[in-house]
């Protein structure tokens, strides 16, 4: 148990150890807390949809028609017509022939790369990429080069220097990065995988449902969904519900089906959740307009702060308001809290040292009133913590 306690007595005296904290219940933008409400800056139900009734219907009406759970992987019994409805509808949502879909976002990153990519290959990876995407390529065994947060042309001298000396090469990107809540140059890295003949994954998970046609994605806002290999998004943040799903050719979908180590041997998603899921897909034709009031929420939110001098980060729902110091970022999470914000402070080693933050996620719940009495909280608590 030493590399336990180690563990556990170095986060302690850094102040650096998580615990849990669970809510009674979470709506409209709100959370429940210790008899306490606050408004919800933590969630990525950007749309508002979890507490949607239509959500809770479809997903009501499934199991009481199917049951509780699939009680199987999908290539025994569990594989049910509805996944199949789903994937239909989700590849049709992405513009691809063909969709997977997978139990969680987690899975499907480590499913999908240590699928396709081999010790022989290379993948260049957004040094901001998610955990489950570099950890998918440390399972795959494939030769890891980092470039720096889309910076294209670090890429470009990358693939220059090294891609030539590889099987297949990969370029790996999120499309909107969950912690600094920016945008990937998804135009200048296509062009690069199309001279260095790459394949080309993305991460649509903080893009699905907000941008693009229908809300289908910033790779569909760019006009590259032919251009890109994998489109990979999750059911579980502006969706709603739970779940996630690659979108690709119908070759590459029979691939991944037959040789995916996280699809084969997982029992397929319960039918009330891919029901959830269907229902959440057809409110992004029916409810446009949460697009609209979100996007609008999270520009009104940006331009307070800038009004207030903040280093923030960020152009989507996601706003890390960069703190820096450890500390500090706690206690300014603690000042909110006391006021009825919840907003957890993110810290090394989830961020850089010296760059810890608070990342509000800004949601179609949070009214203007709202967002411009946060600001001035911000403000005024951040004034306090600095003259003590």
């Known amino acids: 148990m030493g590399r336990v306690e180690d ?6 005296e850094k102040s650096r150890l998580r615990v849990l904290r669970p809510a009674s219940f979470r709506r409209e933008g709100r959370i429940h807390f210790k008899d306490g409400e606050l408004f919800d800056f933590c969630s990525n139900d950007y749309l508002g949809l979890a507490g949607h009734p239509r959500l809770a219907e479809a997903a009501q009406k499934a199991t009481e028609k199917l049951g509780a759970g699939s009680s199987a992987s999908r290539l025994l019994s569990g594989d049910l017509e509805i996944h199949h409805q789903l994937e239909d509808k989700t590849a049709r949502l992405k513009g691809k022939e063909s969709a997977v879909i997978f139990n969680s976002g987690y899975q499907a990153n480590v499913g999908i790369i240590s699928c396709l990519c081999r010790a022989s290959d290379a993948v260049f990876s957004d040094r901001l990429n998610h955990a489950s995407i570099v950890d998918g390529i440390r399972l795959s065994g494939a030769k890891l080069f980092r470039f720096h947060h889309n910076d294209v042309e670090h890429l470009e001298s990358l693939l220059e220097e090294k891609s030539g000396s590889f099987n297949e090469t990969f370029i790996i990107t999120e499309t909107v990065f969950s912690m600094d809540g920016d945008i990937a140059k998804l135009g200048r890295m296509v062009e690069l995988k199309e001279r260095f003949g790459c394949k080309m994954i993305v991460d649509e998970a903080h893009a699905t449902g907000i941008f ?3 809300g ?3 790779v569909s806002q760019e006009g590259l969904t032919d251009r890109i290999d994998f489109i990979m998004g999750t ?6 519900s739970f779940g996630a799903y690659v979108a690709c050719s119908e070759r590459m979908a029979e691939f991944l089906i037959n040789s995916c180590r996280s699809f084969i041997y997982s029992t397929a998603l319960p039918p009330a959740v891919v ?3 269907l229902a959440a897909l057809e409110l992004l034709e029916a409810e446009p307009f949460r697009r609209k009031v979100l996007l609008e929420n999270a520009e009104y939110f940006r331009g307070e702060l800038g009004k207030k001098a903040f280093d923030f980060k960020g152009s989507s729902q996601i706003v890390p308001l960069i703190v820096g110091d450890d500390e500090k970022a706690v206690k300014l999470s603690a000042a909110l809290q006391d006021k009825g914000y919840w907003c957890l402070p993110i810290r090394p080693p989830t961020v850089p040292e010296g760059r810890s933050r608070l990342r ?6 949070h009214s203007r009133e709202v967002l411009r009495d946060l600001v001035e909280l911000i403000h005024n608590s951040w004034e306090d913590i600095c003259n003590e």
């Open 235 to 240: 059911f579980s943040k502006a969706l709603g």
């Open 212 to 214: 693009g046609k229908d």
């Open 360 to 365: 509000f996620s800004v949601t179609y719940d």
């Open 216 to 218: 289908s994605g910033m």
């Open 275 to 277: 029901a959830a899921n």
């Open 7 to 12: 563990f556990l007595q170095q986060r302690k």
